[in-house]
């Protein structure tokens, strides 16, 4: 079983990929400061909780509703999803690695 010292240094890795997936496919490779407030606050997020959160912890935050403001319409779908599949490959499993061994 990893430490969580080591499954936090993986979600940093996993939150800096999304964060370049996102930054090419919704804001044409441009920073945005709040993609990166949303990382940061996902980071916390699970840290403070220990991994135990939902998709819908995600998508409540305030950083995610200030990104999704500043997404393109064509792109909030797009956005929303990318954030249940971040979920769901990465955290998920996470927390059922540090919940069950």
């Given at each position: 079983m990893q430490n969580l010292d080591?499954?936090?240094?993986?979600l940093n890795e996993f939150v800096k990929n999304f964060e370049i997936l996102?930054?090419?496919n919704v804001f044409n490779n441009q920073y945005n400061d709040s993609l990166r407030n949303f990382g940061n606050d996902i980071i916390s997020l699970c840290k403070s909780k220990r991994f135990n959160i939902?998709?819908?912890?995600?998508?409540?935050?305030?950083?995610?509703?200030?990104?999704?403001?500043?997404?393109?319409?064509?792109?909030?779908?797009?956005?929303?999803?990318?954030?249940?599949?971040?979920?769901?490959?990465?955290?998920?499993?996470?927390?059922?690695?540090y919940y069950h061994n």
């Amino acid at each position: 079983m990893q430490n969580l010292d080591e499954l936090f240094e993986n979600l940093n890795e996993f939150v800096k990929n999304f964060e370049i997936l996102i930054q090419k496919n919704v804001f044409n490779n441009q920073y945005n400061d709040s993609l990166r407030n949303f990382g940061n606050d996902i980071i916390s997020l699970c840290k403070s909780k220990r991994f135990n959160i939902t998709s819908n912890d995600l998508l409540s935050l305030d950083s995610f509703n200030e990104l999704f403001t500043k997404t393109n319409v064509s792109s909030k779908g797009y956005l929303v999803s990318q954030v249940e599949n971040f979920y769901t490959e990465v955290i998920e499993p996470t927390k059922d690695e540090y919940y069950h061994n």
